[in-house]
């Protein structure tokens, strides 16, 4: 028996060994199969917001969020939240959005829709925040209407809250209904 017992050991070590090799072998192939986009959790009715300088920025609340695995990009899906500094509040509503942790940016997709609280009403088909500039804008035609006031154009930049907006191409500023 004992000028077998060093096969034997030998045996069972190959076999050890093959065994966890072909353990670990199907989620080496899964891993390297994986799209990068694929969402590493998911969330139902989660908050989301950035502060500066002790203040809220933004605020989301959407119905599902898919975090991506490169842990710096959120989907959102029935989004509904607020742009905030001094001077007011926008007041907001998306179909879809994502944000970009490490760019700071927040992209609103979908219909759009939002409210300022001294009366101006946005409806646009995206809408973008750019946390470095501090830049809220669309490349796409939209329609803000206040006091009385109709602007559309085909795209904006303004600031998070819409208290100046600069409207570009195909500008027209018109009274309500006409």
Do not use: C
Request: no cysteine; charged share 30%; net charge neutral.
């Amino acid at each position: 028996m004992n000028k077998y017992r060093p096969y034997i050991v030998l045996a069972v070590i190959v076999a050890m060994a093959a065994g966890i090799y072909f353990l670990f072998q199907g989620d080496e192939a899964e891993q390297k199969g994986a799209a990068p986009d694929d969402a590493i959790v998911t969330f139902s009715n989660m908050d989301m917001r950035e502060e500066a300088k002790g203040q809220v920025v933004w605020y989301l609340k959407a119905a599902n969020v898919k975090i991506d695995a490169d842990k710096d990009t959120a989907h959102l899906k029935n989004v509904e939240g607020y742009f905030k500094n001094d001077q007011g509040e926008l007041t907001i509503k998306a179909d879809n959005g994502t944000v970009h942790r490490k760019d700071k940016t927040v992209t609103l997709t979908g219909t759009v829709h939002g409210t300022t609280k001294d009366g101006a009403v946005l409806d646009a088909d995206n809408l973008k925040y750019d946390g470095k500039t501090q830049i809220l804008s669309t490349d796409k035609q939209f329609t803000l209407v206040k006091d009385g006031k109709v602007l559309t154009a085909d795209t904006f930049t303004a600031d998070r809250v819409l208290q100046v907006v600069t409207a570009k191409g195909n500008a027209s500023l018109k009274e309500k209904g006409k």
